[in-house]
Each structure stands twice: as structure tokens, then as C-alpha cells.
T-cell receptor
Framework: AQSVAQPEDQVNVAEGNPLTVKCTYS??????LFWYVQYPNRGLQFLLK??????LVKGSYGFEAEFNKSQTSFHLKKPSALVSDSALYFC????????????FGTGTQLKVEL | DGGITQSPKYLFRKEGQNVTLSCEQN?????MYWYRQDPGQGLRLIYY???????QKGDIAEGYSVSREKKESFPLTVTSAQKNPTAFYLC????????????????FGPGTRLTVL
């Protein structure tokens, strides 16, 4: 069975500094990996995905993520954080050929302070 | 304006009552999903459907039921058998390829917050 770990419940960063939100995964075979963001009392918004190809994936709002197969990681990054980036971030995985079932991590609360 | 709508936004249920949460999409997506979100637990899959008149149980289907009579609609009923139904419920949809595999992202509705009184 696949699983996703987001080891940090909360990440605090100053505005203008780089941010990293960590994600590691476990699947049989090759993974499809996703990042979503959720603002309070709202649904999830898609940020980016890794399917195949370049290990560095660029997504919405200046976010990017790096796929590392040897470390089974897919960390979310942004070079310069904004206060408006403060939200709950979810990593998700589905294995190749695994149909449509996504497995989500428990989420990481990002707080960007002035 | 394409997207997924969920109604109501807030729902209150008395113990012993069944309630139905609505989910409608106009994205022409074949697959639809229901998730439950609890603080600190992420999203857990309740039911999903890849085609009209067919659906499969997810990880926490007990106490829930669904139907998929139309492509656009995937209502979720929370029955009295669900012992702890207070949660935030999210509906999503996605494209499905003919092979049954989809690596396309899921699109989410705004959610329904259910509270048991």
C-alpha cells in the first residue's frame, strides 16, 4: 500500500526567505506525485505534479518541487516566501497504473511572517 | 464558469439522522471522489466513481453511501451508522483515460462542514 509522510506539522519562515515543505513517499513502482494547497475552510487547489521527466517541476504561484527517487522525496520549495503563501499544504501520491486513488499526507501548515 | 459545487456549505445533523451532501461538476470529468478531512489526519477517501452507475469503496466507507446516476452528480449520504460524522467533507473530480488510469490532477469543490448536534 502506498503512503505519504509530511514530517513537519508546521513550518515558519520570514517573508522573502526561501521555504521548503518536506514530503516522502512509499509506493510500489513509479509514483505520480502531487502538491495541493488549502486555505481556511476552502477546498484544495492544485499546485504542481510530477509524472515523468525532469526532476524539477515548476507549478503555480512560483512554487516548485524536486523529485528525488533515491530518497523517495518530493519536497516543495519557493525561493522567496510571501505572507499570502500561509496555508495548509498537502502532498499526495498514486502509483503508476494505480488508478485514480490518491493517498494524501497529513498536511503541513506554512506560516510566513513579516 | 466551470467547476465543482458542493452544498450546503454548513450542515447540522441530529444523532440518528441521515443527511445527504450534494456534489455537482460541469467539467465533463468521468471520475468523482468523496474525501473526509479531520484535523491532523489529512484527507481520507470515502468513495469514488469512475463511471456512471458504478462506484467503489475507499478507505473509510463504513457509515456512508453514494450514488452515481448522472455524470455530473455524486451525492454522499452520511447515515446514522456513521458514529463520528463531524468533519469537513470534500468532493473532487478528474479525467480518466480509457485504460482506467489517471495521472491528471483532481479538482476539488469548496467543501461541506458537517456537525452533529
Amino acid at each position: 500500500a502506498q503512503s505519504v509522510a509530511q514530517p513537519e506539522d508546521q513550518v515558519n519562515v520570514a517573508e522573502g526567505n526561501p521555504l521548503t515543505v518536506k514530503c516522502t513517499y512509499s509506493v510500489s513502482g513509479n509514483p505520480y506525485l502531487f502538491w495541493y494547497v488549502q486555505y481556511p475552510n476552502r477546498g484544495l487547489q492544485f499546485l504542481l505534479k510530477y509524472i515523468t521527466g525532469d526532476n524539477l517541476v515548476k507549478g503555480s504561484y512560483g512554487f516548485e518541487a524536486e523529485f528525488n527517487k533515491s530518497q523517495t522525496s518530493f519536497h516543495l520549495k519557493k525561493p522567496s516566501a510571501l505572507v499570502s503563501d500561509s496555508a495548509l499544504y498537502f502532498c499526495a501520491v498514486t502509483p503508476t497504473g494505480g488508478g485514480n486513488k490518491l493517498t494524501f499526507g497529513t498536511g503541513t501548515q506554512l506560516k510566513v511572517e513579516l | 464558469d466551470g467547476g465543482i459545487t458542493q452544498s450546503p456549505k454548513y450542515l447540522f445533523r441530529k444523532e440518528g439522522q441521515n443527511v445527504t451532501l450534494s456534489c455537482e461538476q460541469n467539467l465533463n470529468h468521468d471520475a468523482m471522489y468523496w474525501y473526509r478531512q479531520d484535523p491532523g489526519q489529512g484527507l481520507r477517501l470515502i468513495y469514488y466513481s469512475q463511471i456512471v452507475n458504478d462506484f467503489q469503496k475507499g478507505d473509510i466507507a463504513e457509515g456512508y453511501s453514494v450514488s452515481r446516476e448522472k455524470k455530473e452528480s455524486f451525492p454522499l449520504t452520511v447515515t446514522s451508522a456513521q458514529k463520528n460524522p463531524t468533519a469537513f467533507y470534500l468532493c473532487a473530480s478528474s479525467i480518466v483515460f480509457s485504460s482506467g488510469t489517471s495521472y491528471n490532477e483532481q479538482f476539488f469543490g469548496p467543501g461541506t462542514r458537517l456537525t452533529v448536534l
